[in-house]
């Protein structure tokens, strides 16, 4: 019997008060938001302290997102910005869910409440049961947490039958371990908050340039001519990024912000930490907004490349770098004969942006030689987001824009350890190097069938082929696609395990059985055995370094991941296991010995992480060697997405709040878009308002259409925006129901949250 859970919250309203939008990231507001949070979450002297200790050698990592700290000098006043800062309140609350709150609350009645209450419910203190059947949560020990897990494991019929998620705060040392156990057990089912990310980077830059991350430095980007940032917020997504993009100003250097959105972060950033930056008003970054339809990417890449083109072939070598492509490039005359065939103005038109504004873009572009091109989640969640990549580095190529300094590609990874998880072998798709030198390490057998990723595990859980579903934390329900169709799917688990630090939906919609297993979050004290431990994280730049946790647990039952995966390996494999898991355990060190046998680029890893500024992993891209099967860096031809949806239907994106953690809600207030009080809202263009009857604060209900399927969702309050036509604005997840399990990427099969084609139905009408 399937318990009666919301999977999705009671699409109730808030009291929505909408203010005008901001020009202007950070400054005095920022600080004031820091330290109101603070204060709610744990007091602001205790706050601060902690804060103190963050992104600082020999402090804990910031869990907020990757970007990397500068390698040289830290500032004195705190490596961290406002949304670090609600990072850190959110997960060192002093507030604490004690089994009392579960026996008050039953797993129903939780579920009523909004991701927002629940997340600030509190810290989950110690492992948890709900027994078949049961409405409640009960306390449970570790010891019997382990067997009923190892039993359901131990029970099926074939290792594929389980599912191991992992969300990317796990450190390498979690993420190691927790990929040998799913491997030992016998199954390459690895999903990861990755496949709805930045897999489809990964994918593109792995056919283009050899290697599926960045290229580029911190040191680059203040060093570039050009940064075009193209499908990414960072001044609420990776605030720190826009000390870097002021820099790049400091130097002359020019912005470029691609974005349906005017989002505040590219307009101006007033640096907190600098007085005359709060006196004077701050650095003005963006030179050129060229607002995009949603999707419109490749074909405003492609026509400043036809414009390229034409100067080029006035001019031979005046615009192209000839004899970079010459020695490093492949497919190059194909790409060019391609674009020869492409109408300028279509790609105007598919674009939305005016001629104008491309022709002052390629203007800018033709006269540099020093690239950046920065994304995010703008380029990678569309149908086309492997083209998308491709794209951005077909006009990387042209220019010669990489591997030299103040050049190169630049997607800007989320999660604080998503980027060091999927190199710790967190891959549904592992290659044969990696598995065969587990193999000799540790004399296993592991599977070499590819496993599943997100999309595909939904698949095999409503098709019930799947038992058991752990996860290493992250939110599987709320963040996926097709929220009620996942929710029905993992409901036919049997068993259903979440290690976490924070309650969410996902412990609430669960398998017949579930357990919570609490764990120890970034900032508190890892004592194992053999003494006090560290963990190691690998930021978006492929920095390799410390984080050591130095604040007292939230509850003396919390244990660390690597432990967790240890007493479960343990007690599923028994005595008679190969893999010394109480080693790992009782030591990090060991565990990271293990890493650098069977991982490239972790040589000396005890030794070099220990340096306090870590080091880079090897980067063939950087280096302007490419590792791809033409050994050459290789030209793509991608087509024009064309946009075939119904004259009255619109193209909805899913986007972050700057109040929000993916689906952790710090609160309210959407501050630079001046939208408070409220997650329902949409965002809309005022002329399609008007052209539908509809006034700020209107109510309308959605239906996605994907391939004559419909999905629902309802109750959302209209906001006139800044936002082209036809374009549509809502935040992830509440959303997140309009996505069609099968609307995704090709190639890389991430969802396609960012183009979801709806039609308004206005209630009562
Ligand atoms: N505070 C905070 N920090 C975070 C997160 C968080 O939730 N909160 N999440 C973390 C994670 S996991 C990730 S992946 C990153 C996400 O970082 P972002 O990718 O910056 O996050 P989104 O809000 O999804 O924003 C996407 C941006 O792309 C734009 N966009 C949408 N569609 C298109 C398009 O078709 N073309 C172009 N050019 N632009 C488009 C949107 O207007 C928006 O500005 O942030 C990380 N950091
Ligand atoms: N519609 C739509 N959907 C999206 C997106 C979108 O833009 N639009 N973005 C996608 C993206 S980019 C991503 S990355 C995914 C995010 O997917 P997830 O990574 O699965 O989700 P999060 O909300 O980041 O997970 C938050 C939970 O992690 C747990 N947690 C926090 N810290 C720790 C820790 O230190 N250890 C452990 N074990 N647990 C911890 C807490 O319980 C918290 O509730 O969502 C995706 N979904
Ligand atoms: S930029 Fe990202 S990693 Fe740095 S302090 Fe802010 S949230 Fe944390
Ligand atoms: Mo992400």
Same mark, same amino acid.
């Given at each position: 019997?399937?318990?009666?859970?919301?999977?999705?919250?009671?699409?109730?309203f808030e009291?929505?008060?909408?203010?005008k939008?901001?020009?202007?990231?950070?400054?005095?507001p920022?600080?004031?938001?820091?330290l109101?949070?603070?204060?709610?979450e744990?007091?602001i002297?205790?706050?601060?302290?902690?804060?103190?200790?963050?992104?600082?050698k020999?402090g804990?990592?910031?869990?907020?997102?990757?970007?990397?700290?500068?390698?040289g000098k830290?500032s004195?006043?705190?490596?961290y910005?406002?949304?670090?800062?609600?990072?850190?309140s959110e997960?060192?609350?002093?507030?604490? +869910?004690?089994?009392?709150?579960?026996?008050?609350h039953?797993?129903?009645?939780?579920?009523?409440?909004s991701?927002f209450?629940?997340?600030?419910?509190?810290?989950?203190?110690?492992?948890?049961?709900?027994?078949?059947?049961?409405?409640?949560?009960?306390?449970?020990?570790?010891d019997?947490?382990?067997?009923?897990?190892s #039993?359901?494991?131990?029970?099926l019929?074939?290792?594929?039958?389980?599912?191991?998620?992992?969300?990317?705060?796990?450190?390498?040392e979690?993420?190691?371990?927790y990929?040998?156990?799913?491997?030992?057990?016998?199954?390459?089912?690895?999903?990861?908050?990755?496949?709805?990310?930045?897999?489809?980077?990964g994918?593109?830059l792995?056919q283009?340039?050899?290697?599926?991350?960045?290229s580029?430095?911190?040191?680059?980007?203040?060093?570039?001519?050009?940064?075009?940032?193209?499908?990414q917020n960072?001044?609420? #997504?990776?605030?720190?990024?826009?000390?870097a993009?002021a820099?790049?100003?400091?130097?002359?250097?020019?912005i470029?912000?691609?974005?349906p959105?005017?989002?505040?972060?590219?307009?101006?950033?007033?640096?907190p930490?600098?007085?005359?930056?709060?006196?004077?008003?701050?650095?003005?970054?963006?030179?050129?907004?060229?607002?995009?339809?949603?999707?419109?990417?490749?074909?405003?890449?492609?026509?400043?490349?036809?414009?390229?083109?034409?100067?080029?072939?006035?001019?031979?070598?005046?615009?192209?770098d000839?004899?970079?492509?010459?020695?490093n490039?492949?497919g190059?005359?194909?790409?060019?004969?391609?674009?020869?065939?492409?109408?300028?103005?279509?790609?105007?038109?598919?674009?939305?942006?005016?001629?104008?504004?491309?022709r002052?873009?390629?203007t800018?572009?033709?006269q540099?030689?020093?690239?950046i091109?920065?994304?995010?989640?703008?380029?990678?969640?569309h149908?086309?987001?492997?083209?998308?990549?491709r794209?951005?580095?077909?006009?990387?190529?042209?220019?010669?824009?990489?591997g030299?300094?103040?050049?190169?590609?630049?997607?800007?990874?989320?999660?604080?350890?998503v980027?060091?998880?999927?190199?710790?072998?967190?891959?549904?798709?592992?290659?044969?190097?990696?598995?065969?030198?587990l193999?000799?390490?540790?004399?296993?057998?592991?599977?070499?069938?590819h496993?599943?990723?997100?999309v595909?595990?939904?698949?095999?859980?409503?098709?019930?082929?799947?038992?058991?579903?752990?996860a290493m934390?992250?939110n599987?329900?709320?963040?996926?696609?097709d929220?009620v169709f996942?929710?029905?799917?993992?409901?036919?688990?049997?068993?259903?395990?979440?290690?976490?630090?924070?309650?969410?939906r996902?412990?609430l919609?669960?398998g017949?059985?579930?357990?919570? +297993?609490?764990?120890?979050?970034?900032?508190?004290?890892?004592i194992?055995k053999?003494?006090v431990?560290?963990?190691?994280?690998?930021?978006?730049?492929?920095?390799?370094?410390?984080?050591?946790?130095?604040?007292?647990?939230?509850?003396e039952? +919390?244990?660390?991941?690597?432990?967790?995966?240890?007493?479960?390996?343990?007690?599923?494999?028994?005595?008679s296991?190969?893999?010394?898991?109480?080693?790992m355990?009782?030591?990090?060190?060991?565990?990271?010995?293990?890493?650098?046998f069977?991982?490239?680029?972790f040589?000396?890893?005890?030794?070099?992480?220990?340096?306090?500024?870590?080091?880079?992993?090897?980067?063939c891209a950087?280096?302007?060697?490419? #590792?791809t099967a033409t050994?050459k860096?290789?030209?793509?031809?991608n087509?024009?997405?064309?946009?075939?949806?119904?004259?009255?239907?619109f193209?909805?994106?899913?986007?972050r709040?700057?109040?929000?953690?993916?689906t952790?809600?710090?609160?309210?207030?959407?501050?630079y878009r001046g939208?408070? #009080?409220?997650r329902?809202?949409a965002?809309?263009?005022?002329k399609?308002?008007?052209? +539908?009857?509809?006034?700020?604060?209107?109510?309308?209900n959605?239906?996605?259409?994907?391939?004559?399927?419909?999905?629902e969702a309802?109750?959302?309050?209209?906001?006139?925006?800044?936002?082209?036509k036809?374009?549509?604005g809502t935040?992830?997840?509440?959303?997140?129901n309009?996505v069609?399990?099968n609307?995704k990427a090709?190639?890389?099969?991430?969802?396609s949250?960012?183009?979801?084609e709806?039609?308004?139905?206005?209630p009562?009408?």
């Open positions: 019997m399937k318990r009666k859970v919301f999977i999705i919250p009671p699409e109730k009291d929505l008060k909408i203010g939008r901001k020009t202007k990231a950070a400054g005095i920022a600080v004031i938001s820091t109101q949070h603070l204060k709610k744990l007091g002297w205790q706050g601060l302290k902690m804060l103190n200790k963050m992104n600082q020999g804990f990592d910031c869990s907020g997102c990757a970007w990397p700290d500068p390698d830290r004195a006043i705190g490596e910005c406002e949304n670090g800062a609600k990072a850190l997960e060192a609350t002093i507030k604490y +869910l004690n089994p009392d709150f579960f026996e008050k039953s797993v129903e009645e939780l579920s009523s409440w991701d209450k629940i997340g600030k419910a509190g810290r989950i203190t110690q492992p948890m049961y709900l027994a078949p059947n049961s409405s409640h949560y009960t306390p449970i020990s570790w019997k947490a382990c067997t009923i897990t #039993n359901h494991l131990k029970k019929q074939s290792p594929n039958e389980a599912i191991f998620y992992t969300s990317g705060r796990t450190s390498n979690a993420a190691f371990m990929q040998l156990f799913a491997r030992q057990f016998g199954t390459n089912n690895l999903p990861d908050c990755s496949n709805m990310c930045h897999e489809s980077s994918k593109g792995s283009t340039v050899g290697i599926g991350k960045g580029v430095t911190l040191e680059d980007l203040h060093e570039a001519e050009v940064i075009v940032v193209i499908g960072p001044g609420t #997504n990776h605030p720190r990024m826009l000390t993009l820099q790049c100003k400091k130097n002359n250097g020019k470029i912000s691609v974005n959105l005017p989002e505040p972060g590219l307009e101006c950033f007033v640096n930490q600098k007085v005359g930056d709060i006196i004077f008003g701050g650095t003005k970054l963006a030179d050129q907004h060229l607002q995009v339809k949603i999707n419109g990417d490749i074909a405003l890449l492609k026509a400043v490349m036809i414009l390229m083109l034409k100067e080029e072939t006035k001019n031979p070598g005046s615009v192209f000839l004899e970079f492509i010459e020695k490039c492949s190059y005359e194909e790409f060019i004969d391609d674009l020869k065939k492409i109408s300028f103005n279509d790609t105007v038109n598919e674009s939305g942006v005016s001629e104008q504004e491309i002052k873009f390629a800018l572009i033709i540099k030689k020093k690239i091109v920065c994304w995010a989640m703008g380029i990678t969640q149908k086309n987001g492997v083209q998308n990549v794209e951005i580095v077909n006009l990387l190529l042209l220019k010669g824009s990489i030299k300094s103040g050049a190169g590609t630049c997607p800007v990874r989320g999660h604080s350890n980027q060091g998880d999927r190199t710790m072998g967190i891959w549904e798709a592992p290659k044969e190097d990696f598995l065969s030198k193999d000799s390490r540790f004399g296993i057998n592991t599977p070499r069938n496993g599943y990723d997100v595909n595990s939904i698949h095999a859980m409503s098709k019930n082929e799947i038992k058991v579903f752990i934390g992250g599987f329900i709320s963040a996926t696609p929220s996942t929710g029905e799917s993992i409901q036919n688990c049997a068993l259903t395990v979440q290690i976490s630090t924070k309650l969410n996902s412990h919609v669960t017949k059985e579930a357990l919570i +297993l609490p764990c120890l979050s970034r900032s508190e004290k890892d194992q053999e003494g431990q560290f963990v190691t994280v690998e930021n978006s730049m492929g920095v390799v370094h410390q984080s050591i946790g130095s604040f007292t647990p939230a509850s039952h +919390l244990k660390s991941e690597p432990a967790i995966v240890a007493i479960l390996a343990k007690e599923t494999f028994g005595k296991s190969k893999i010394k898991w109480t080693e355990m009782n030591n990090y060190d060991t565990i990271r010995d293990h890493i650098e069977t991982i490239n680029g040589s000396n890893y005890n030794e070099r992480v220990r340096l306090p500024e870590g080091f880079y992993l090897p980067n950087r280096e302007g060697k490419f #590792n050994k860096a290789n030209f793509t031809i087509p024009i997405p064309k946009r075939k949806i119904k004259s009255n239907h193209i909805m994106m899913t986007i709040s700057h109040d929000q953690y993916n952790t809600i710090y609160g309210l207030d959407d501050r939208i408070k #009080n409220e329902r809202i965002l809309m263009n005022l399609d308002m008007e052209a +539908l009857g509809l006034k700020n604060y209107s109510i309308v959605f239906r996605s259409h994907f391939k004559g399927s419909i999905r309802n109750n959302f309050k209209v906001v006139a925006y800044d936002i082209p036809g374009c549509i935040y992830f997840p509440e959303a997140n309009l069609h399990i609307n090709e190639i890389s099969n991430t969802p949250s960012k183009f979801i709806v039609e308004i139905i206005i009562d009408h």
